[in-house]
């Protein structure tokens, strides 16, 4: 089992919809939550970052960390065509567990 | 806003033959870290670097691949000889300090290998 498990795509949906994307972790030393996004032939960006349980709101963005669950959540309001690209979560530790650990990641595509 | 640097950005090789790519991090940036990205997966460590110093490279096949970063400021990712196996996307990030406290990585462009 990986330690990071990424829902499978890809993923369509129209433009306007509520977008909802979920990655669940084994990993108890985790703390460091984040989404990055990357576009086809580009490195990834990060989108959103948490520490610990909760969320956290950026704009048409929502992250939301369940640590009891080990699961993490984004979701994207009012989609648009721009939001098309890979979505990968990633977490980490600290110190000698400072490295990111990434999901598999799942393409988007949202329709005009 | 400060970037992380990549060249080159696309390299096609023949299997058997020595490649490097090299990046720049973020000036200050302390911490250099180097990811492979094979298509359709999401990146995985080969090394990482606090300065100078290697602090990670348990992920680094070290038969072939070698990893330098000198002054502690730029890195040089070395393969040989490249496999077909090795054709992937090698992506460098770099964050302010990962040990004293927990920084964001910022990412590269990437350099895309493909091995023939």
């Known amino acids: 089992q990986k330690e990071v498990e990424q829902d499978p795509g890809p993923l369509s949906v129209p433009e306007g919809a509520i977008v909802s994307l979920n990655c669940t972790y084994s990993?108890?030393?985790?703390?460091?939550f984040m989404w990055y996004r990357q576009y086809s032939r580009k490195g990834p960006e990060l989108l959103m970052y948490?520490?610990?349980?909760g969320n956290k709101e950026d704009g048409r963005f929502t992250a939301q960390v369940d640590k009891s669950s080990k699961y993490i959540s984004l979701f994207i309001r009012d989609s648009q065509p721009s939001d098309s690209a890979t979505y990968l979560c990633?977490?980490?530790?600290?110190?000698?567990?400072?490295?990111?650990?990434f999901g598999k990641g799942i393409t988007l595509s949202v329709r005009p | 806003e400060a970037e992380v640097a990549q060249s080159p950005r696309y390299k096609i090789t023949e299997k058997s033959q020595a490649v490097a790519f090299w990046c720049d991090p973020i000036s200050g940036h302390a911490t250099l870290y180097w990811y492979r990205q094979i298509l359709g997966q999401g990146p995985e460590l080969l090394v990482q670097?606090?300065?100078?110093?290697?602090?990670?490279d348990s992920q680094l096949p070290k038969d072939r691949f070698s990893a330098e970063r000198l002054k502690g400021v730029d890195s040089t990712l070395k393969i040989q000889p490249a496999e077909l196996g090795d054709s992937a996307m090698y992506l460098c990030?770099?964050?302010?300090?990962?040990?004293?406290?927990?920084?964001?990585?910022?990412f590269g462009p990437g350099t895309r290998l493909l091995v023939l």
């Open positions: 990030a770099s964050s302010l300090d990962a040990w004293t406290r927990r920084e964001t990585q910022y």
């Open positions: 670097f606090q300065d100078e110093s290697v602090v990670d």
């Open positions: 990633a977490m980490s530790g600290t110190g000698a567990n400072s490295k990111l650990t």
């Open positions: 990993n108890s030393a985790f703390q460091y």
């Open positions: 948490t520490y610990s349980s």
